[in-house]
């Protein structure tokens, strides 16, 4: 997501009123789909009107659906949901077709989705399940039955290795893999 | 307005522009100035003024509650949801409308539905947490019943049900009283129309889901655990030790102890703070959570519970009696 798109109103995935917890509630309220009767860039709203509105509203019984004619102006349905978004969209011009799949987009989704930058592509209310850090969390056990002070705990090892001491292990290497090939003939 | 009817497909379009098919394009220029015009004749007009959803041409109260209806799965009384969406104000309001054109149309508001619906509700709460949280005492489970009986929580069910726009009130958007007030008075509704079983249903899916991801610890505070916890133990007649059991950078700004509690020579529990005061209380916080199964890790609330629960308050101990 670039810098330009930060005007858009951000948010996490959720969902609302812990939808689907309880029971599932359609989160689309109504429609309204403005359209014209006589126009030519509505007459893929005006073939669904015809078509398909009927059952629409059979199987979709929580959504109240208004139909607004108004003379010589584009198509338009405006989706309203629960959680008070309201979603504008232009259907001028479009086929039956394709209104038929961007309702569909309308009935399922859960407000102005596409509107939405979101933070993350995840969500969690507990982002630790062990609690907060403490210096006992990672604690070695073996340390719980120590005598201290102990060389072995107390050791400084968080050192980098000194260019004498590489250069001490790459001769001892040397030294071993020259006395194999001797002990080899 | 017509000014803004007639700019409005011109910033919109302006706003389109953004983000087409993948590739970005910029903002017009004329967008900013045009809004920034916009907002200031709107503020000299008096603010944003939002319209009332039910004086639009498209409103059909009977539609719109009949779909409130079907959306919740519920089989709701028409009179009786109608008198609960009714407001106070509102039937104020028509009263002296009503006097100034001398008529007179009697109106019932959502009181006592309210009322029913709240007494129900709260009596149900408590007899579901105790069946939920067979460990938790009294005073925890009105905790939690407080909580999710306050306004804040059920002006935010009744929101996200789609009653704001349904409500008949004397103003617009509806203040959090309102709101809360017709979620309850619905309840109540539902109450006369479907009988206890499925309003308690109804109640255990929109409000008590409420807790899901949310520590039920957060809404009982304690004031002191650590006397809390030894009257528990002194009762079982177990031998309660606490005991240091990790101490670091002392006497530094990062102090650390670790406090661990032993019942009977067996941890119980262990907490850290940074004195040890605070340690031991942590602890204690700790052991409590574990006897009154609300850890951390515990099995999430069961929100499947089908019926009223039987009521075990007799049974069931309550820690400041003690």
Redesign the interface.
């Known amino acids: 997501m670039?810098n330009?798109?930060l005007f858009m109103k951000s948010g996490f995935v959720r969902a609302?009123?812990?939808n689907g917890?309880?029971?599932y509630?359609?989160q689309l309220?109504?429609i309204?789909l403005k359209f014209c009767k006589t126009h030519g860039g509505s007459r893929g709203i005006r073939d669904f009107i015809e078509q398909d509105l009927v059952e629409f509203a059979k199987q979709n019984?929580?959504?109240?659906v208004?139909l607004?004619p108004r003379r010589h102006r584009s198509p338009v349905a405006v989706a309203e949901y629960?959680?008070?978004d309201r979603v504008?969209m232009s259907l001028h011009q479009k086929s039956h077709s394709e209104i038929t799949k961007w309702i569909e987009v309308l009935r399922t989704q859960q407000g102005d989705v596409s509107a939405t930058r979101l933070r993350k592509y995840q969500f969690t209310?507990?982002p630790s399940?062990q609690?907060p850090w403490?210096?006992?969390t990672f604690?070695d056990p073996e340390l719980n039955v120590a005598q201290l002070p102990d060389p072995k705990f107390g050791a400084n090892d968080r050192l980098p290795m000194t260019a004498t001491d590489k250069l001490r292990i790459m001769f001892e290497k040397q030294k071993i893999s020259e006395d194999n090939v001797k002990t080899g003939e | 307005m017509a000014f803004i009817r007639r700019y409005l497909p011109l910033v919109?379009g302006g706003f389109k522009n953004?983000?087409i098919g993948g590739q970005?394009k910029?903002?017009h220029r004329y967008v900013a100035p045009t809004l920034m015009v916009l907002k200031r004749r709107e503020d000299k007009q008096g603010g944003k003024v939002i319209k009332p959803r039910n004086t639009f041409?498209?409103?059909?109260l009977e539609?719109?509650m009949?779909?409130f209806g079907?959306?919740?799965?519920e089989n709701f009384d028409p009179d009786l949801l109608l008198q609960a969406f009714t407001d106070r104000s509102y039937v104020i309001k028509e009263e002296m409308k009503q006097k100034e054109m001398e008529f007179d149309i009697q109106m019932k508001d959502n009181r006592n539905l309210a009322e029913e619906g709240r007494k129900f509700m709260k009596q149900y709460i408590q007899l579901y947490l105790e069946a939920a949280l067979p460990k938790f005492p009294i005073e925890g489970i009105n905790g939690i019943c407080d909580h999710l009986m306050s306004e804040n929580v059920l002006a935010?069910?009744s929101?996200?049900?789609?009653t704001?726009d349904i409500i008949l009130a004397d103003e617009y958007p509806v203040d959090n009283t309102t709101l809360a007030n017709a979620f309850v008075a619905i309840v109540g509704a539902l109450l006369h129309s479907s009988g206890e079983e499925q309003t308690a249903h109804f109640v255990?899916?929109?409000v008590?889901?409420?807790l899901?991801?949310?520590d039920v610890n957060e809404f009982w505070h304690i004031e002191e655990p650590w006397i809390m916890l030894t009257d528990l133990i002194a009762k079982t007649g177990s031998n309660l030790e606490p005991r240091l059991i990790?101490e670091?950078?002392k006497n530094t700004l990062l102090a650390?102890y670790?406090v661990g509690l032993y019942l009977d020579k067996k941890m119980l529990s262990s907490g850290?703070g940074e004195t040890i005061a605070t340690a031991k209380e942590m602890a204690a916080r700790e052991a409590l959570k574990k006897i009154f199964g609300t850890e951390?890790?515990q099995y999430p609330i069961n929100?499947k519970l089908n019926g009223i629960p039987k009521s075990s308050s007799k049974s069931r101990y309550q820690v400041s009696a003690s």
């Open positions: 670039s330009s798109h609302p009123l812990q917890v309880g029971r509630v359609p309220q109504r309204v019984p929580s959504v109240v208004y607004k629960l959680n008070g504008w209310d507990h399940i609690g403490t210096p006992f604690k | 919109t953004v983000y970005r910029e903002i041409l498209e409103w059909n539609a719109e009949y779909a079907k959306r919740l799965n935010n069910v929101l996200h049900l789609g704001k255990r899916d929109f008590i889901t409420n899901q991801g949310q990790g670091v950078g650390c670790r850290f951390e890790n929100f």
